[in-house]
């Protein structure tokens, strides 16, 4: 079992930056593939970015790549997001997720990732 926590959301300005983190609990936190996802309001949940346990690797959401950065410390169970050039559809409530194996396999997938946390907002203003 894990609980994920995410914190670090907020409102900012266009171009502004944020640093999500997510706390994780559990013994076995840093044998998961961790992922991003958002969700704004009548959106589906869309993925943003995961970085897979063994072997690491990093796959961004192409409307990401160059402005946000995920990594992890397994020794801290956390996974931080930061956020640079922030725009204002960027607004969303950001998830962080735990998988396992399909979250490598189909790492976009909501459906691939079998733990969440409750979210954080992050409005970005123009």
């Known amino acids: 079992q894990v609980q994920l926590v995410e914190s670090g959301g907020g409102l900012v300005q266009a171009g502004d930056s944020l640093r999500l983190s997510c706390a994780g609990s559990?013994?076995?936190?840093?044998?998961?593939?961790m992922g991003w996802f958002r969700q704004a309001p009548g959106k589906e949940r869309e993925f943003v970015a995961v970085?897979?346990?063994?072997?690491?690797?990093?796959y961004y959401a192409d409307f990401v790549k160059g402005r946000f950065t995920i990594s992890r410390d397994d020794a801290k169970n956390t996974v931080d997001l930061r956020m640079n050039s922030l725009k204002p559809e960027d607004t969303a409530v950001y998830y962080c997720?735990?998988?396992?194996?399909?979250?490598?396999?189909?790492?976009?997938?909501?459906?691939?990732?079998?733990?969440w946390g409750q979210g954080t907002q992050v409005t970005v203003s123009s």
């Open positions: 970085i897979t346990w063994k072997p690491v690797r990093i």
């Open positions: 559990g013994r076995t936190f840093s044998s998961y593939n």
């Open positions: 997720a735990a998988g396992g194996l399909s979250a490598v396999r189909q790492r976009a997938a909501v459906a691939s990732y079998d733990y």
